[in-house]
C-alpha cells in the first residue's frame, strides 16, 4: 500500500445507519439518510443514501483530476461533466458490494482527447480511483464533441 503525505482530514459522524443521518464535523455537509423501496426501505422523500454521497464526492473527484491532467498538457476540462452512476447489489460471496460508471461528457473536446485524459485521470490521479481499484468495478463511458 503506498504512503500518502496528509494535506487534509475529512470528518464525518453517521448515527442511526442507512435510516439515520450524517454529518461533516465542520458542518459543511449534513444529510438525513433512508433505505430506499428498491432495497426494501421506507424510501422517504428528501432523504439521501450512502451511494449518492460516494457518486457525489466520486463525480466531483473525477472532474477535478481530469482538469488536473488537461492542465498538465495545457489544456481545459473545466467544461466536462462527470456523472457517477454507484450501484449497490448483492455479491456472488456475500455480503453487499458496489459498481460504478463514471460517465464524462464534454461537446467541446474531441472523443479521443477526452477519453486519454479521462484514462490518465483514472489510472494516475483521482484518489476515488485509487481507493477503488482492484475492489470495485468502474467502467469510464466518454462523449466528446
Same mark, same amino acid.
Given at each position: %500500500?503506498?504512503?500518502? !503525505?496528509?494535506?487534509?482530514?475529512?470528518?464525518?459522524?453517521?448515527?442511526? /445507519?442507512?435510516? /439515520?443521518?450524517? *454529518? =461533516?464535523?465542520?458542518?459543511?455537509?449534513?444529510?438525513?439518510?433512508?433505505?430506499?423501496?428498491? %432495497?426494501?426501505?421506507?424510501?422517504?422523500?428528501?432523504?439521501?443514501?450512502?451511494?449518492?454521497?460516494?457518486?457525489?464526492?466520486?463525480?466531483?473527484?473525477?472532474?477535478?483530476?481530469?482538469?488536473?491532467?488537461?492542465?498538465?498538457?495545457?489544456?481545459?476540462?473545466?467544461?466536462?461533466?462527470?456523472?457517477?452512476?454507484?450501484?449497490?447489489?448483492?455479491?456472488?460471496?456475500?455480503?453487499?458490494?458496489?459498481?460504478?460508471?463514471?460517465?464524462?461528457?464534454?461537446?467541446?473536446?474531441? !472523443?479521443?482527447?477526452?477519453?486519454?485524459?479521462?484514462?490518465? =485521470?483514472?489510472?494516475?490521479?483521482?484518489?476515488?480511483?485509487?481507493? !477503488? *481499484?482492484?475492489?470495485?468495478?468502474? *467502467?469510464?463511458?466518454? =462523449?466528446?464533441?
Amino acid at each position: %500500500m503506498d504512503k500518502i !503525505t496528509p494535506l487534509f482530514t475529512a470528518k464525518a459522524t453517521a448515527q442511526g /445507519g442507512r435510516n /439515520g443521518t450524517t *454529518r =461533516a464535523e465542520d458542518g459543511s455537509i449534513e444529510a438525513t439518510l433512508s433505505v430506499p423501496k428498491a %432495497m426494501g426501505g421506507p424510501g422517504k422523500e428528501g432523504t439521501s443514501t450512502p451511494e449518492h454521497l460516494f457518486a457525489a464526492g466520486y463525480a466531483a473527484c473525477f472532474a477535478g483530476a481530469m482538469d488536473f491532467v488537461a492542465g498538465q498538457q495545457k489544456k481545459s476540462a473545466k467544461n466536462a461533466k462527470v456523472t457517477a452512476a454507484v450501484t449497490i447489489g448483492p455479491r456472488e460471496g456475500g455480503g453487499f458490494g458496489l459498481s460504478v460508471v463514471l460517465h464524462v461528457e464534454d461537446p467541446s473536446m474531441p !472523443t479521443a482527447e477526452l477519453q486519454a485524459i479521462a484514462n490518465e =485521470a483514472h489510472e494516475k490521479i483521482c484518489p476515488y480511483s485509487h481507493a !477503488t *481499484r482492484g475492489n470495485v468495478d468502474v *467502467r469510464l463511458e466518454v =462523449a466528446g464533441g
